[in-house]
């Protein structure tokens, strides 16, 4: 099975200074200086990159200009703006991003489907995702201002979004035949009940679409993801053809997904666990969570403002600060053994952060996590190049290092293995 990471703009500053915590390059610079994932890693820890027009909206035109030529930040190529080298095998699917117009009544005009055909074609993607709605069961609405409310789509609303997906994927592939474009279509599929489902991929097949991509997965349970590809299976019957999945990877139920003929998926979860979900930060190759240890920067207003009614000074919140780092450095290379004492240091300027400090809620994870030593048993190039920086919860350098690590270890040990 194929995995593809969808691209949210994921770079990062290649000889960051963690002692000094310092960019290498000047901010204006970023860009033409910072790496991605599949540059840090002698093998990419994906087969592609899913790049959602809507994210790179600002930075696309879509409008073409007169000579019919899109551009991404003055890149007339998808691949090289990600700055993927020429004989990479890496792929590049494209889609609208329907995420970003799910509580519109129709997709914005942006998303017009000779418009979106044209910028994937103008671009060399290798894929190109027809333009599709979403259907959740709840939408929100902007009401009087910024008052935000829940309606829950009506069954007719429900199936006008799965015959708009369906017109837009006919029109999409009467075009790309017409124009005889390069890249491979793949035919969106919405529904909202498994017989759905199967019905529009039936119908996309009898168009001609020979791969297909499932949405509007995310908010559902695996037994319902599998109930609907059964499904869908039923209906693809003998036939040869491809099923992406978007938006989800399912790790428990990735080998049921390879016998239900699923030939591609995408996610960004792995990548982003890293600096949202507290205590599930930094995963092993044997599939254990480890909690990253937070030390904040001592200018977060947020810590500045409570260490200030806690009775502290600026230039005590950054002594803690420096102790915190120290003696981190010092337990990682074994010049102290004090785990209580690192633990107290290290939660003692945490507590800074927190808006009500709940006890032992943090003092457990570090311990485990002190205790286990992960960073060491990981052989991947980024923990073998920066240690137990990768550990510590701090700044997008740090954090976005700690993702890509769990990607690669998702994609070595857990696709790789399940699939
Ligand atoms: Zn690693």
Not at 155 to 166: C, F, T
Not at 299 to 311: C, F, Q, S
Request: net charge positive.
């Amino acid at each position: 099975m194929r995995y593809f990471l969808p691209d949210w703009e994921d770079r990062l500053d290649p000889n960051y200074n963690f002692e000094n915590d310092e960019f290498s390059r000047d901010k204006s610079i970023a860009y033409d200086t910072d790496i991605y994932a599949h540059q840090i890693f002698k093998k990419p820890p994906y087969d592609g990159i899913l790049v959602s027009l809507a994210i790179f909206k600002n930075k696309i035109n879509l409008n073409s200009d007169i000579n019919g030529q899109r551009q991404v930040r003055t890149y007339g190529s998808i691949k090289e703006y990600l700055k993927i080298h020429p004989k990479s095998k890496l792929e590049v699917m494209g889609d609208c991003g329907a995420f970003s117009y799910i509580n519109e009544e129709i997709p914005p005009d942006d998303y017009h489907t000779e418009k979106v055909a044209e910028t994937y074609q103008s671009l060399r993607f290798d894929y190109g995702v027809s333009v599709d709605h979403m259907i959740p069961d709840i939408i929100v609405k902007k009401v009087d201002g910024n008052k935000k409310i829940k309606i829950p789509l009506t069954d007719q609303q429900k199936e006008q979004r799965r015959q708009l997906s369906i017109s837009n994927a006919k029109d999409f592939i009467k075009y790309h035949r017409k124009k005889n474009l390069n890249f491979i279509p793949i035919g969106a599929v919405q529904g909202y009940s498994p017989e759905t489902y199967a019905d529009s991929t039936a119908r996309l097949i009898e168009m001609g679409y020979s791969y297909i991509g499932i949405g509007t997965l995310v908010p559902k349970s695996d037994d319902e993801i599998v109930e609907i590809l059964k499904r869908v299976k039923k209906v693809i019957a003998k036939k040869n053809i491809k099923i992406h999945l978007f938006g989800i990877l399912r790790p428990q139920i990735i080998k049921e997904f390879k016998s239900l003929g699923v030939s591609s998926l995408d996610s960004a979860s792995f990548l982003r666990k890293a600096w949202l979900r507290a205590g599930r930060n930094y995963i092993t190759k044997n599939g254990d969570w480890y909690a990253a240890i937070r030390v904040p920067y001592s200018d977060n207003p947020v810590l500045i403002k409570n260490a200030l009614k806690e009775g502290y000074s600026i230039d005590k919140v950054i002594e803690m600060e420096t102790k915190a780092l120290k003696v981190l450095r010092d337990y990682a290379d074994r010049k102290t053994k004090n785990i209580e004492e690192v633990l107290n240091t290290i939660l003692e300027y945490d507590k800074l952060l927190l808006r009500e400090y709940d006890g032992n809620h943090h003092y457990d994870k570090y311990r485990k996590t002190l205790m286990d030593r992960p960073w060491e048993k990981c052989n991947c190039e980024i923990c073998r190049k920066i240690g137990v920086e990768v550990i510590i919860f701090r700044g997008s350098n740090r954090n976005k290092r700690r993702g890509f690590h769990n990607i690669k270890i998702f994609y070595d040990f857990i696709l790789k293995n399940k699939s």
